[in-house]
């Protein structure tokens, strides 16, 4: 089973795409903030990379969802930076600094492979919004030396249409994280205030371009979508217009995983500001998650 960035080589669909991405880096609209910032000289973007991706860690990781970790574990890539401002952030430290190994396309390449040399079932890339423009330069490396299998696009869901044309035939698995309903929300707890509308029209797209998720005869995804959506405490009537939307506009047969790890980090813990989210969701709200989406007729739940 060929991967669809093969079948894009095989197209000489990959090769066209990297003029593509470059260009993007001199007048950056990668992302919704369409900040159109020169990656190529200082200072450093709202999302605080530059022309060159940072990896914060690269491993096999065995704590995703079972359709991607398997038993050899999932090629993960963790980026440095964001575009978001998420007040609750549990990966502050390396979203919201340029801290780790600062990478060219062939070094990224670099890492893909040696993921795929260790037996990961697939390539992860974790907070890519940003780096699109890198990871399409690093995969027309990575392709013709051998990557093969399947590329994962871990993401927010705060992506431009732009960057996901750009990824599109390169991504055989869309995972967006659906955080938000309502646009004050969004622009309380992660400065992004078109958040819901940006996430809704990505969301769409990813599943125009790669469907349902579809799994082999281990379980494995080999393509498709997988939408996560952190259960945030408080927040149960924004879950559940999530749920529905999920059901109504893209299909009941989608595959969805309601998060149940939320805990209080980064600005939270302690904040009179953020009091209402500085604890865990209970029980009975994660029930609720689930039930939602049961009402609203999702029936692929992660377990
Ligand atoms: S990816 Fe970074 S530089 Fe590009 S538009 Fe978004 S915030 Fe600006």
């Known amino acids: 089973m060929t991967t669809a960035a093969q079948r894009s080589r095989a197209a000489g669909v990959l090769q066209g795409k990297v003029a593509e991405a470059r260009a993007e880096l001199s007048e950056c609209r990668s992302c919704p903030r369409d900040c159109g910032a020169d990656r190529c000289r200082p200072p450093p973007p709202l999302c605080r990379i530059g022309s060159r991706a940072v990896v914060s860690s690269a491993f096999p990781h065995h704590g995703e969802e079972h ?11 963790f980026f440095a930076g964001c575009n978001l401002r998420c007040v609750f ?42 780096v699109v423009p890198q990871i399409v330069e690093a995969l027309s490396l990575a392709v013709p030396a051998g990557l093969s299998i399947p590329l ?3 993401t927010s869901a705060y992506d431009s249409l732009r960057a996901l044309r750009l990824m599109e035939g390169l991504v055989d698995v869309y995972m967006p994280d659906f955080k938000f309903w309502d646009p004050e929300t969004a622009r309380r707890l992660a400065r992004a205030s078109d958040y ?42 924004e879950t559940a217009e999530i749920m529905r939307w999920i059901a109504r506009t893209l299909s009941p047969d989608t595959y969805v995983n309601l998060m149940g790890q939320y805990r209080p980090a980064y600005r939270v813990p302690g904040s009179h500001r953020y009091a209402a989210i500085d604890r865990r969701p209970t029980f009975g709200e994660l029930v609720a998650a689930r039930r939602s989406a049961a009402a609203a007729g999702l029936h692929r739940l992660d377990a």
């Open 196 to 237: 819901p509308d940006a996430a809704r029209a990505a969301i769409a797209e990813m599943h125009r371009q790669v469907g349902d998720l579809v799994l082999d005869d281990d379980g494995i995804a080999v393509r498709g979508l997988l939408v996560r959506h952190l259960v945030v405490p408080g927040l149960e009537h």
């Open 67 to 77: 359709p991607l970790s398997g038993w050899r574990g999932s090629g993960t890539i």
């Open 89 to 130: 952030c549990q990966n502050w430290e390396i979203s919201q600094s340029a801290a780790g190994r600062i990478v060219d396309a062939g070094e990224l390449a670099a890492i893909m492979l040696g993921l795929q040399d260790h037996g990961c079932h697939n390539i992860n890339l974790v907070t890519p919004e940003h």
């Open 152 to 154: 994962v696009y871990n």
